[in-house]
């Protein structure tokens, strides 16, 4: 994400919080245009407020296509400034509403410059800014204020993520393991044939700690992101540090150990220089093009091949990984289980394992989990009719048919069947 000076941001500020905003500029007619929509659209009350004295035709009734019409109103508004709205319950940009005054906003306008041809648009406003600039960056950019200890962390854990990423970050049902593995198994694929496959996780592949934050901050908990407050944020990071191994200043992350801003910014990830060209730092774009200016880094070695080719040795692999659990297949029919054999399971929970487990499994998720007599107490109230329908068509945070849109409606009423029968 892009960063913006400070004497910039400083200066759009003043801009769009001024006392007077003056509006000059030539507007193009459009298709369905009226002198009233035009005037509209320029954010004025009125063609007087407007400046708009004549148009081309000479009739201000008559206002042709490709007319290109004059304005040089000005309005005054109240001082504001940036920051001191209140917020509403559908605001956009970052939660900050800009009202409207005397026909203009006052820290978040419309853009009125002329539409034909090429512009650059406007000068941002401090908000705007504020409201897109939210990364975390590994110098310490972005981190929020706020604590959290290991042990807060492993009780956040255990109701929001392990459903999906498993006890201790060890993996889940399709969800990406976070803690465990080894570096050396990072070049498994070209050194060590016959090796486990590479294990990318938090401690063994990531190199800033600022990407675990950030991630868990904008994409976390899966059913309802940027929940966590800030504390919490901590905690959650501090526990996977922890479970990961990684120590602060030689210290190991016990369970009374609280994270902070501070200390997080002294946090050196395991393979913080495992990629390159690097890319962080004052130095990173020269880098990167010193990087690709030696094409031997990308495989470029040699005189391509213009005509005549086909006499070039080909380079094959020599070393492929089969110890892979599972093992490579190109099958995708699962395991056959004999009707009636003992734990053979029916269609209908095989359905709901694949489409619906996810978030029934647990209350992590916020729905009625699977076997809490209660809480489907309450679903089953509403009556089987609407239970289905709302399986069906989607219902608050549960998309339809769970996701699965390949399911029939006649199978999606078995899975609820299913988990009706389990739950009571």
């Given amino acids: 994400m892009f960063k913006l000076n400070s004497k910039l941001i400083a200066a759009s500020a003043a801009l769009a ?10 507007y193009t007619v459009q298709p369905g245009d009226t002198l009233a929509k ?4 320029l954010g004025f009350s009125s063609a007087t407020a407007a400046g708009i004295t004549a148009v081309p035709s000479g009739n201000m009734n008559v206002i042709r296509v490709g007319d290109r019409i004059e304005y040089t109103g000005e309005a005054s508004v109240a001082p504001s400034t940036a920051g001191v709205y209140n917020a509403t319950k559908n605001a956009l940009d970052g939660g900050v509403t800009y009202p409207r005054a005397n026909g203009v906003e006052t820290a978040y306008r419309y853009n009125t410059q002329d539409m034909s041809g090429i512009n650059n648009g406007r000068v941002p406003t401090a908000n705007e800014l504020k409201a897109w600039d939210t990364d975390m960056m ?12 290991v042990e807060e962390g492993d009780e956040l854990y255990e109701t929001q993520c392990a459903s999906c990423h498993g006890e201790f970050g060890a993996g889940g049902k399709g969800y990406p393991t976070l803690s465990g593995g080894s570096m050396k198994s990072l070049k498994n694929q070209r050194t060590c044939p016959g090796k486990d496959a ?18 868990i901050r904008d994409a976390m908990p899966y059913a309802h992101p940027k929940s966590f407050t800030n504390d919490q944020l901590y905690a959650v990071t501090a526990y996977l ?14 369970d009374e ?13 395991p393979n913080h220089d495992g990629f390159f060209p690097k890319i962080d730092g004052p130095n990173g774009i020269e880098n990167v093009r010193a990087f690709f200016k030696d094409r031997k880094n990308y495989g470029a070695v040699g005189i391509r091949c213009m005509s005549n080719c086909g006499k070039e040795s080909v380079m094959r692999i020599k ?17 056959k289980v004999e009707a009636g054999a003992v734990g053979a399971k029916s269609q209908a929970e095989k359905d709901y394992d694949t489409s619906c487990s996810l978030c029934h499994k647990t209350d992590a998720m916020g729905a009625p989990p699977v076997g809490d007599k209660d809480a489907w107490a309450t679903v089953i109230k ?17 998309p339809p048919k769970g996701g699965n849109m390949d399911l029939t409606d006649q199978q999606v009423k078995d899975i609820v069947k299913f988990m009706v029968e389990s739950s009571k």
């Fill in 17 to 26: 919080l001024s006392s007077t905003l003056a509006f000059a500029g030539t």
């Fill in 38 to 41: 035009i005037v509209s659209k």
């Fill in 138 to 149: 590994p110098d310490g950019t972005g981190y929020p204020d706020g604590q959290g200890s």
């Fill in 198 to 215: 590479p294990k990318r996780t938090i401690g063994t592949y990531w190199p800033q700690v600022s990407t675990l934050i950030w991630y």
């Fill in 241 to 254: 540090l922890a479970q990961n191994e990684i120590t602060i200043d030689g210290q190991e992350l016990e």
């Fill in 257 to 269: 150990y609280v994270l902070n801003r501070e200390k997080l910014m002294k946090v050196v990830m």
């Fill in 319 to 335: 070393n492929e990984i089969t110890a892979v659990v599972p093992a490579y297949s190109t099958v995708r029919d699962l395991p």
């Fill in 382 to 398: 509403q009556g089987m009719d609407v239970v289905n329908d709302h399986a069906i068509k989607g219902f608050a945070g549960m």
